[in-house]
């Protein structure tokens, strides 16, 4: 019976072997999945879709779950309920992890130790802090690390950021993104507090967690509702979206943040806001806002996209599976006053070719997770940089962890991306790390 006093997580990453096998373009690559929950369960599924990943280990905490992978394996592999004992062995090129968030610094980090290649959910961290040390250990172990914002794989999409970069959109100074959903009155429910049904698992799941009261809305899938293990839609959602205006807008990290927000209309346990809107502003100048509703949703939003990019030719809006171009008139505004100089304005527009119309259009497309697990693959062989590593995936996540932060403290932010501090708020630089509770240690 494993305890938590011989469930040493500070000393085992340090002690683990460091081994990796150099694959040929024919080899299989044999990845442990730690977490095979919700997302895991798709994750084992896109990889499976290619015959060179061979599923070599299986770790989760919930028997439901083992036995489900076991039976979608193809294969007998060993399973665990600790994911050192996955990092220990030699038969292992790679790992997906698909744990909650606030598991993921520390079993990337460890990976990293081990000499495994690694796939791993969004949010990359929990913490800035975190995602930071993962960018470190990545680049320190020589790993190949893929994030799991799959869009970043789908050819569709590229074509969209292929069009954006081309200048068709003209300046873009205005992105949003919106998650509108209606959960009101009930939510995630108000379920009765503790006893865990298996106290040792709920320690585990916890992990480097604050200690609190098992409750079963904390847990499986429901945690993303909860700041200690998440930072709610803003950076489950919301990092899908940063990292696309991000990746669409050739942007960096953001210069400043503000938010506001509150649960102000649901009638559950939740932490997170049922309502959030956040600014960032960017280089080049550009800002990117996020609105979050979950009391509303009948009404959808502009042309019921998951975002817009809103440039002086034309927006793009962006759906799953679509991406269209609306176009600016041009000649409507582009002489503002009937005088000479208005006229003069107008021949040298058309003279430039800045007025001209672009022409609307749609693409249709697939953002399956499948084309994101197949560049992993490619990359562990090849050791190129993945669509998604860890360091893209490292400053989306951070931008929309910064959302969090303004919420808290409820404050104009200003981000110095080099150093990773707030400039202008100390109290706020408090937030960008948290004490892990012992035993567990990052780096
Ligand atoms: N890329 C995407 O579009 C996408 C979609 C959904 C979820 N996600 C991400 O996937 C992650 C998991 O979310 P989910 O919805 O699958 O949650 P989930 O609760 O359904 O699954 C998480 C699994 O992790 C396991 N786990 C927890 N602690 C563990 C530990 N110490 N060792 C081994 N296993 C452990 C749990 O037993 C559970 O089965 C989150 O970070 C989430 O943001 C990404």
Same mark, same amino acid.
């Given at each position: 019976?494993?305890?938590?006093?011989?469930?040493?997580?500070?000393?085992?990453?340090?002690?683990?072997?460091?081994?990796?096998?150099?694959?040929?373009?024919?080899?299989?690559?044999?990845?442990?999945?730690?977490?095979?929950?919700?997302?895991?369960?798709?994750?084992?599924?896109?990889?499976?879709?290619?015959?060179?990943?061979?599923?070599?280990?299986?770790?989760?905490?919930?028997?439901?779950?083992?036995?489900?992978?076991?039976?979608?394996?193809?294969?007998?592999?060993?399973?665990?309920?600790?994911?050192?004992?996955?990092?220990?062995?030699?038969?292992?090129?790679?790992?997906?992890?698909?744990?909650?968030?606030?598991?993921?610094?520390?079993?990337?980090?460890?990976?990293?130790?081990?000499?495994?290649?690694?796939?791993?959910?969004?949010?990359?961290?929990?913490?800035?802090?975190?995602?930071?040390?993962?960018?470190?250990?990545?680049?320190?172990?020589?790993?190949?690390?893929?994030?799991?914002?799959?869009?970043?794989?789908?050819?569709?999409?590229?074509?969209?950021?292929?069009?954006?970069?081309?200048?068709?959109?003209?300046?873009?100074?205005?992105?949003?993104?919106?998650?509108?959903?209606?959960?009101?009155?009930?939510?995630?429910?108000?379920?009765?507090?503790?006893?865990?049904?298996?106290?040792?698992?709920?320690?585990?799941?916890?992990?480097?967690?604050?200690?609190?009261?098992?409750?079963?809305?904390?847990?499986?899938?429901?945690?993303?509702?909860?700041?200690?293990?998440?930072?709610?839609?803003?950076?489950?959602?919301?990092?899908?979206?940063?990292?696309?205006?991000?990746?669409?807008?050739?942007?960096?990290?953001?210069?400043?943040?503000?938010?506001?927000?509150?649960?102000?209309?649901?009638?559950?346990?939740?932490?997170?806001?049922?309502?959030?809107?956040?600014?960032?502003?960017?280089?080049?100048?550009?800002?990117? &806002?996020?609105? +979050?509703?979950?009391? =509303? @949703? #009948? !009404?959808?939003?502009?042309?019921?996209?998951?975002?817009?990019?809103?440039?002086?030719?034309?927006?793009?809006?962006?759906?799953?599976?679509?991406?269209?171009?609306?176009?600016?008139?041009?000649?409507?505004?582009?002489?503002?006053?009937?005088?000479?100089?208005?006229?003069?304005?107008?021949?040298?527009?058309?003279?430039?070719?800045?007025?001209?119309?672009?022409?609307?259009?749609?693409?249709?497309?697939?953002?399956?997770?499948?084309?994101?697990?197949?560049?992993?693959?490619?990359?562990?062989?090849?050791?190129?940089?993945?669509?998604?590593?860890?360091?893209?995936?490292?400053?989306?996540?951070?931008?929309?962890?910064?959302?969090?932060?303004?919420?808290?403290?409820?404050?104009?932010?200003?981000?110095?991306? &080099?150093?990773? +501090?707030?400039?202008? =708020? @100390? #109290? !706020?630089?408090?937030?960008?790390?948290?004490?892990?509770?012992?035993?567990?240690?990052?780096?």
């Amino acid at each position: 019976m494993m305890t938590r006093r011989n469930f040493s997580y500070a000393a085992a990453a340090t002690t683990a072997t460091s081994y990796s096998r150099i694959l040929g373009a024919n080899d299989r690559v044999r990845m442990g999945y730690i977490g095979l929950g919700n997302r895991g369960d798709q994750v084992h599924d896109a990889f499976l879709e290619h015959g060179d990943a061979q599923t070599a280990a299986i770790c989760d905490l919930k028997d439901e779950y083992l036995d489900l992978a076991h039976k979608n394996s193809r294969g007998n592999p060993p399973r665990f309920k600790d994911y050192r004992r996955i990092l220990d062995s030699k038969d292992i090129d790679a790992v997906a992890i698909a744990t909650p968030d606030h598991w993921h610094a520390l079993m990337f980090v460890d990976a990293c130790k081990a000499g495994k290649d690694v796939y791993c959910e969004k949010p990359l961290s929990l913490t800035v802090w975190e995602g930071r040390k993962m960018v470190e250990a990545a680049e320190r172990y020589r790993r190949v690390s893929q994030t799991g914002i799959h869009r970043r794989s789908a050819k569709f999409l590229k074509e969209a950021v292929d069009y954006v970069k081309s200048g068709e959109l003209g300046h873009v100074t205005m992105a949003c993104a919106y998650h509108i959903v209606n959960e009101w009155p009930l939510g995630i429910g108000k379920p009765a507090p503790g006893p865990a049904p298996n106290e040792e698992e709920w320690d585990r799941w916890l992990g480097p967690a604050p200690k609190v009261p098992y409750n079963s809305n904390r847990m499986y899938y429901n945690f993303r509702w909860f700041f200690h293990y998440s930072g709610g839609q803003l950076t489950n959602m919301g990092v899908h979206y940063m990292d696309m205006m991000r990746w669409a807008l050739d942007k960096g990290a953001p210069e400043a943040v503000t938010a506001m927000g509150g649960k102000w209309a649901m009638e559950d346990d939740r932490e997170i806001p049922d309502t959030l809107e956040v600014l960032w502003r960017f280089e080049g100048g550009t800002m990117f &806002r996020f609105t +979050q509703v979950n009391a =509303n @949703a #009948a !009404a959808g939003n502009v042309q019921n996209s998951e975002m817009e990019l809103r440039g002086t030719k034309g927006t793009m809006y962006l759906h799953g599976n679509r991406w269209e171009v609306v176009p600016e008139k041009i000649s409507d505004h582009a002489r503002p006053v009937r005088t000479p100089i208005g006229r003069d304005a107008q021949r040298e527009l058309e003279r430039s070719g800045r007025s001209a119309q672009i022409q609307p259009k749609v693409v249709k497309g697939n953002a399956g997770t499948e084309f994101h697990t197949r560049n992993f693959l490619d990359c562990v062989k090849s050791r190129e940089k993945c669509n998604c590593d860890v360091l893209t995936g490292h400053i989306s996540t951070s931008a929309t962890i910064l959302g969090n932060i303004a919420l808290k403290t409820k404050s104009y932010l200003e981000w110095d991306a &080099r150093a990773e +501090q707030f400039t202008n =708020n @100390a #109290a !706020a630089n408090q937030y960008l790390k948290y004490d892990y509770r012992p035993p567990y240690k990052l780096g």
